[in-house]
């Protein structure tokens, strides 16, 4: 009977949110405080619970779990696992506790820091989950606990949990997550795309139109992936082998217009060994796609992950050497790539690792620094997550964690769920090092990992010490061996 509440609560929201005026329908409660003590003695702040109960979800026939922006697969239950985050905060500076201490009622060495729920509906759609702790960073607030659901009519249920709103007020609360909700960029609506994006950003790029395929030549083939928002075809398109990225109609909204327009973009302006191969797109609706070269060898996470695959550090070094030189590239040509991943880079038939995938690349700002949240949580930069200024040095955390799974084949954080990785990774949460590792690569990994990214090294740096290091490992085997 204690969940009876919030069933019919969840019922309201979700109620609500069939109204495409009222997308995201959200409500606010306070649940809690927690009892909180500065220390005199060290400089920590110790948080002890006065719970009250945290109903914050519940499970039933009504909803299914929904993983974010992973591709890897879970078995399914009925809610996500609670965070358990440390809550214990650092305060390093005895003027800075001082004044903690007296901006909160009661004992100058005791505070109460209230907790809050909010639960949000709209049309379960990729990069939800993102956007939606996007507008809750944006008003200060710290996520505590996710429960993440979707109905098999394909709405979304999202129970945060988070703390940062400094007094029970659920009025101004409300209020400011209405004002966030307004400002933040993308569609909540889920209503159809007006096409004004595309014909935008195809507007201001070239008329040579030497790259607006003819889709009478083009032969589609074997479905060879499905995605969220589209398929991917194996085809011929000129007696060529290529691969063909469809975007669904109904799927479209103008946030993936903007991406669609944003990669033909990018596509069109590189070129190199190891970046995937353009060859054209069809920028008419209502089929827009995408048509690249066809990668034989499929993914590295495939090749991984799937096939079980162990590398020899030869072949791991030529695979990271690679990725390096196409990402060097891109950066060299001021791309940010923003989801580098194992998923994202492709082989040939000489096992020729490329760069691939380049919906949420963009080109970096003039100042140098982007803000907006993107990519795949398990890949993702800490500066990133925090919604910080970031610049390129994102994508070599990025890669960091790419040349982890290359060393181990296995999944990043593969207990945790995208978003408890994504909020231990904020905390220097990293991937369990293994001590079979060869020690340079194991020093080069935490230092691309830093979360302070200026102490990054570049792509370039990178390329110089992994290739060093496999003329060191040939020259050291024998030559049958070899």
Known sequence: MDRVEDVLLHQRILAEAKDPEKRPAF??????????????????????????????????????????????????????????????????????????????????????????????????????LSQLSAVLSDIGLNIREAHVFSTTDGYSLDIFVVDGWPIEDTDGLHKALAKAIAGSEGSWSGSSPSHSAIEKAMAAQPKNGDWEINKRLLKLGEKIANGSCGDLYRGIYQARDVAVKILRSEHLNEALEV????????????????????????????????????????????????????????????FAIDICKGMDYLHHNNIIH?????????????????????????????????????????????E???????????????????????????????????????????????????????????DLMQRCWEGDSSKRPSFAEITTELEDLLHEIEANTEPDNR
Not at 286 to 293: A, G, S
Not at 339 to 360: C, Q, R, Y
């Open 27 to 128: 409500h606010v409660r306070f649940l809690e405080h927690l009892q909180s003590r500065l220390d005199g003695d060290d400089d920590d702040i110790w948080i002890s619970h006065t719970s009250k109960g945290c109903n914050s979800t519940h499970g039933g026939d009504m909803a299914h779990t929904r993983n974010g922006d992973c591709e890897v697969d879970f078995v399914p239950c009925s809610k996500l696992e609670d965070l358990n985050l440390d809550v214990r905060k650092n305060v390093d500076d005895s003027e800075t506790r001082k004044d903690l201490a007296e901006s909160f009622s009661g004992r100058q060495d005791t505070f109460h820091l209230p907790v809050h729920e909010i639960i949000f509906s709209t049309i379960d759609k990729p990069k939800l």
């Open 259 to 318: 991406e669609f327009a944003q990669e033909v973009m990018i596509l069109r302006e590189v070129r190199h060994k190891n970046v995937v191969q353009f060859i054209g797109a069809c920028t008419k609706f209502p089929e827009l796609c995408i048509v690249t070269e066809f990668m034989p060898g499929g993914s590295l996470y495939d090749f991984l992950h799937k096939n079980h695959n162990v590398l020899e550090l030869s072949l791991l070094l030529r």
């Open 338 to 382: 923003r989801d580098l991943k194992t998923a994202n880079l492709l082989m040939d038939t000489n096992n020729v690792v490329k760069v691939a995938d380049f919906g949420v690349a963009r080109f970096q700002n003039p100042e140098g620094v982007m803000t907006a949240e993107t990519g795949t949580y398990r890949w993702m930069a800490p």
């Open 384 to 442: 990133v997550i925090n919604h910080q200024p970031y610049d390129q040095k994102a994508d070599v955390f990025s890669f960091s964690v790419v040349l982890w799974e290359l060393v181990t084949a296995k999944i990043p954080y593969e207990n945790l769920t995208p978003l408890q990785a994504a909020l231990g990774v904020r905390q220097g949460l990293r991937p369990e090092l293994s001590n079979n590792t060869h020690p340079k690569l194991l």
